[in-house]
């Protein structure tokens, strides 16, 4: 069932952007992949300067395959905002019955 199939975290540091999730979410969409896991921490003070965006962190799981996780690292880390990104990925827990 799982067969071939990876679990992967995908770490993001881009500039803060009000429509930075859904840029980030795109491919994954695009690609038919759920995320199983998001987590997006922003500066602390929550506030937005057009004139200096610091960074956001944003971190992303889910399950594909190999090739695939990669084309969707591939997309995000070429986005303006992105400022540098990485994949981890490691074998799936779950066995094909």
Do not use: C, K, Y
């Not at 399950?63 to 591939?74: C, F, H, I, K, Y």
Request: aromatic share 4%; glycine share 2%; charged share 25%.
């Amino acid at each position: 069932m799982t067969a071939g199939l990876l679990r992967h975290r995908l770490v993001v540091e881009a500039d803060a952007h009000p429509n930075l999730m859904l840029r980030l979410l795109e491919p994954f969409a695009i690609h038919n992949v759920q995320p199983t896991r998001v987590r997006l921490d922003a500066p602390e003070d929550e506030r937005l300067d057009p004139t200096d965006l610091r960074p956001m962190r944003a971190e992303i799981g889910f399950t594909a395959p190999a090739e695939l996780a990669e084309r969707l690292w591939a997309r995000i880390d070429v986005m303006v905002p992105v400022r540098s990104s990485h994949l981890v990925s490691s074998a799936s827990a779950a066995v094909a019955a």
